[in-house]
């Protein structure tokens, strides 16, 4: 199937489309080094992704400021690291601030011109209206974590897709998935039968950031660097 016999494409927006590690970072390893730990990003974001993980799973209802502050609490303890309120408070409302990737707005404008474009997201409704200040693009649907009552990996998510993919007119198998996280979303979305291309933003470097590794073998069907060379390789098509 070419990239262009597709009716739809949905895309993961945190890691994706805005700069999710960038902006985990600017307040956690800033936090790390006040209290005396010599950790740069990395270190920081490695440390931080199970916990994010698991507090989404434990607590599917809360809403994603909640998870925030819930996780860096749980990564003080791990660290031995004290969290003030304050600290809580920065990470938990930090989201709107997150930066787009350069090539996000461009793309996702380009992408719109023969797909229809649907945000399946790990935040709230609010969150992702900030955000998407910095996107500029009107998507036909935008499922969040709020919305659906459950986080990504859960295969809930990938199914209040399929059936606002159905309702937007998408028909089956014509709809791609777009995301960088493989433990997110590569693995649900194979298994709920999407097709998926694999925004690999952290090419080129080591270990996988502030995402879990994937919980089972997945392989994308298709693998780009970042949204422009999936845009380029529609137009190519």
């Not at 014509?174 to 291309?197: E, N």
């Not at 694999?198 to 950031?209: C, D, E, L, V, Y």
Request: hydrophobic content about 45%; proline content about 6%.
């Amino acid at each position: 199937m070419r990239l262009t016999e597709f009716q739809g494409m949905s895309f993961d927006c945190y890691g994706t489309l805005i700069d999710w590690e960038a902006g985990l970072a600017s307040v956690l390893t800033p936090w790390a080094r006040s209290a005396g730990l010599d950790l740069d990003d990395e270190a920081v974001l490695a440390a931080y992704s199970r916990h994010e993980a698991e507090a989404e799973a434990a607590y599917p209802a809360e809403p994603y400021p909640q998870i925030l502050a819930r996780s860096m609490r749980a990564l003080g303890s791990e660290l031995g690291l004290p969290v003030s309120p304050e600290d809580e408070k920065r990470l938990a409302r930090s989201v709107p601030d997150w930066p787009a990737f350069a090539d996000s707005a461009g793309a996702l404008a380009a992408l719109s011109q023969r797909f229809k474009l649907i945000i399946l997201s790990n935040v709230d409704r609010a969150s992702f209206a900030a955000s998407n200040r910095h996107l500029g693009v009107q998507f036909g649907a935008v499922i969040t974590a709020q919305d659906v009552g459950s986080y990504k990996p859960s295969p809930r998510n990938f199914e209040s897709l399929l059936a606002e993919a159905a309702r937007l007119g998408i028909e089956d198998g014509a709809l791609l998935h777009v995301a960088q996280s493989l433990f997110h979303d590569h693995v649900p979305a194979q298994q709920a039968g999407l097709r998926t291309a694999w925004i690999n933003r952290r090419k080129g470097r080591p270990g996988w950031g502030a995402t879990p590794a994937p919980d089972a073998r997945v392989v994308p069907d298709w693998e780009f660097s970042s949204m422009a060379a999936l845009a380029d390789a529609v137009a190519g098509a």
